[in-house]
Every structure is written in C-alpha cells, then in structure tokens.
C-alpha cells in the first residue's frame, strides 16, 4: 500500500507543478522575443554610410562655395594705392612750362600773326631802324625760344624722380595684389605713368622743334632783310655833295 500511495502522491505532486512551470511561458509576449536578422542590419550599416557620404559632399560643397566668394571678394578687392595725383601733378607741371613760352606762344593764331608782321617780306617802305628793330626782335624771339626749350628739358627731367618712385611703388603693387582687380588696377597705372612719360617726351620734342623752327625762321628773314639792306646801299643816289665842315663848335 505504501509503495502505490507514495507514486499518487508524485503525480499530484507533478500535476500542481506543471503549470506554474508552463505559466511564465505562456504569459511571455512574441514581440518582446528578439530575432536577429543579417540581411537587414547590413541593409541599415549601408544607409547609414550613404547618409554619411552625402554629408560629406555637402560639406565639400559648402567648402568650395565658400572658397569661391572668398576668392570672389579678392579679386573685387581694390588696389590700395594710387599714383593718380602724382602723375596728374607731373603733367602739370610741363603743361604749365609749355603754356610759359615767350613772344611767339603755341597757338596757331599767334604764329601766323607772329610771321606775318616779323617774319615775312621785308617791306620796301621800312626805315632803317625799323629793320633794325625788327631783326631785334627776331633775335630775342629766337633766344626765348631757346630758353623755353631748355626749361622743359629741365622740367622734364625733375620728374623722372617722380617717375622712378612711381614705377617701384605700382610694380611692387602689381606683384603683392590679391586679386583680379587689384592686378588690373595696377596694369592700368602703369599704362598711365608710361603715357605721362610719352607727354613728357613730346613736350621737350616740340620745345625744341619750336626752337629750331624759330632759328631757322630768323635766318631766312636775316637773309631777306640783308638782301634789301644790300639794295638800297647799291641804289643810285645822288651821291657825295662837298660842304663846309667845322673843326671846333662855336669857330668861324
């Protein structure tokens, strides 16, 4: 009888237990269950380093854009030096020697007048001392002439110094300019200091045209006067008439 009450106790023992065992099974939810699953993980790892890359070339992007209107800035930059009022203060200075020209002025007016009344025909009906003040005034004209070119020259000559300071200062410009524009600017005043350079060169060519060109001038009228002087020297007169003459003033 033991043998057998012990075995039905076993059993209900068994029974009773089973299911609180099976309980916590049971009351388990599937979705808190986790699965693993490769081929979508990997599917995630590779959206993320698309992401990524896009990122980065938006990055990039903004980089370059940023480089782009940095260097778009420099080359809109303004050169920070000017030779503007040097150069303008140069040919100044030669305009006003030029304007300076004695008797006979550059001015086409003045010189037919000039030539006109000084230089051309001799009239016949002149006097003597009127040639002569003629050919005087000629000879001054033709030394002022001399005069004013020379001054030129010399004006002319006190600006290469401003010229040579110049031309280092915009060349030293040119070489450190950060941008487009600074370079060009540069290009541009050094354009305008060669062609003050050129209006100092015509300046002292023309001086000195004017002054050979009133030499010459004086020349030719010295010639014709001296031919007409020479004529009335050989003219018929009446020639010498005996008179008295006295020794001492005041004598019989």
């Given at each position: 009888?033991?043998?057998?009450?012990?075995?039905?106790?076993?059993?209900?023992?068994?029974?009773?237990?089973?299911?609180?065992?099976?309980?916590?099974?049971?009351?388990?939810?599937?979705?808190a269950?986790?699965?693993?699953?490769?081929?979508?993980?990997?599917?995630?790892?590779?959206?993320?380093?698309?992401?990524?890359?896009?990122?980065?070339?938006?990055?990039?992007?903004?980089?370059?854009?940023?480089?782009?209107?940095?260097?778009?800035?420099?080359?809109?930059?303004?050169?920070?030096?000017?030779?503007?009022?040097?150069?303008?203060?140069?040919?100044?200075?030669?305009?006003?020697?030029?304007?300076?020209?004695?008797?006979?002025?550059?001015?086409?007016?003045?010189?037919?007048?000039?030539?006109?009344?000084?230089?051309?025909?001799?009239?016949?009906?002149?006097t003597?001392?009127?040639?002569?003040?003629?050919?005087?005034?000629?000879?001054?004209?033709?030394?002022?002439?001399?005069?004013?070119?020379?001054?030129?020259?010399?004006?002319?000559?006190?600006?290469?110094?401003?010229?040579?300071?110049?031309?280092?200062?915009?060349?030293g410009?040119?070489?450190?300019?950060?941008?487009?524009?600074?370079?060009?600017?540069?290009?541009?005043?050094?354009?305008?200091?060669?062609?003050?350079?050129?209006?100092?060169?015509?300046?002292?060519?023309?001086?000195?045209?004017?002054?050979?060109?009133?030499?010459?001038?004086?020349?030719a009228?010295?010639?014709?006067?001296?031919?007409?002087?020479?004529?009335?020297?050989?003219?018929?007169?009446?020639?010498?008439?005996?008179g008295?003459?006295?020794?001492?003033?005041?004598?019989?």
């Amino acid at each position: 009888m033991r043998p057998r009450h012990s075995l039905s106790v076993r059993l209900a023992a068994a029974l009773l237990t089973a299911p609180v065992l099976l309980a916590p099974m049971l009351a388990t939810p599937a979705q808190a269950i986790i699965v693993f699953d490769p081929s979508n993980y990997a599917q995630n790892v590779l959206q993320a380093a698309r992401a990524l890359q896009q990122i980065n070339q938006q990055i990039t992007s903004l980089q370059n854009q940023a480089q782009m209107l940095m260097n778009q800035a420099r080359n809109l930059a303004s050169l920070p030096y000017s030779s503007l009022q040097q150069l303008q203060q140069s040919v100044s200075r030669t305009q006003q020697l030029l304007s300076q020209a004695q008797n006979i002025a550059y001015d086409v007016r003045s010189i037919d007048q000039a030539f006109t009344q000084k230089y051309g025909s001799v009239s016949l009906s002149a006097t003597d001392a009127q040639l002569v003040s003629n050919a005087r005034s000629r000879w001054q004209t033709t030394v002022g002439g001399l005069q004013d070119a020379m001054r030129v020259q010399a004006g002319v000559v006190g600006n290469l110094d401003t010229n040579r300071t110049q031309t280092s200062a915009l060349v030293g410009a040119s070489q450190g300019a950060t941008g487009a524009l600074q370079a060009a600017q540069a290009g541009n005043q050094l354009l305008a200091l060669q062609a003050q350079q050129l209006a100092d060169l015509t300046a002292v060519v023309a001086a000195n045209g004017r002054a050979q060109a009133l030499h010459d001038a004086e020349q030719a009228a010295a010639s014709a006067q001296g031919q007409e002087q020479r004529r009335r020297f050989l003219a018929p007169g009446t020639g010498y008439q005996p008179g008295n003459a006295k020794m001492f003033y005041g004598s019989n």
